[in-house]
Structures are given as C-alpha cells and as structure tokens.
C-alpha cells in the first residue's frame, strides 16, 4: 500500500429511528460525526474511504466509506516532527 494520510473528517451520517414514527416527529436536522484516520484514496469512486489501522503487509482495520456528499470538511494531520520509531 502506498503512504497513507492521517486525516479528520466531519460529516452527516444517514440516520433512523428506533420504531415507526409519525410524520410530524421527523427529526429534520442532520446527525454530525467526526471522524479520523488513514485515508486511503481511490478506494472506493465517490466515497471518502478512513482505516482505523494500517499493517505493514498492507491489511486495513476498522475501514469506514463515507459518501463524498455526506462529507462537510476533510482536514489533513501532521503526525509530530522528531524520533516516531519510539512510539508506542
């Protein structure tokens, strides 16, 4: 797999109640979710594609598709500059 990004995303998640419901409970205000993780680009056509964890044989954990028109802002992180072989 090549380089990965480590990203945030904010979108709006499709959304149900728990029963039926009538009409005028509707609930018309979107579901905000903040995400993040490694964007894998390309994955999947229209989607934002995030992996929780990335292997060192290229095997993906925890893969999350997001519809590109559910996604409100994509930022990319900056992992700290210095020694990361010392992390846990």
Same mark, same amino acid.
């Given at each position: 797999?090549? $380089?990965? %990004?480590?990203? /945030? +995303? $904010?979108?709006?998640?499709?959304?149900? =109640? $728990?029963?039926?419901?009538? *009409?005028?409970?509707?609930?018309? $205000? #979107? /579901?905000?979710?903040?995400?993040?993780?490694?964007?894998? @680009?390309?994955?999947? #056509?229209?989607? *934002? %594609?995030?992996?929780?964890? +990335?292997? #060192?044989?290229?095997?993906? =954990?925890? *893969?999350? /598709?997001?519809?590109?028109?559910?996604?409100?802002?994509?930022? @990319?992180?900056?992992?700290?500059?210095? !020694? %990361? !072989?010392?992390? #846990?």
């Amino acid at each position: 797999m090549a $380089e990965a %990004t480590l990203v /945030y +995303c $904010e979108w709006h998640d499709a959304h149900s =109640d $728990e029963s039926w419901i009538d *009409v005028s409970e509707i609930d018309a $205000e #979107p /579901y905000p979710v903040r995400s993040a993780g490694w964007l894998i @680009a390309d994955a999947k #056509p229209g989607h *934002v %594609t995030l992996a929780q964890s +990335c292997g #060192p044989d290229g095997a993906l =954990d925890g *893969v999350i /598709y997001i519809p590109t028109g559910m996604v409100t802002r994509l930022v @990319a992180l900056h992992p700290p500059r210095g !020694d %990361t !072989d010392s992390l #846990p």
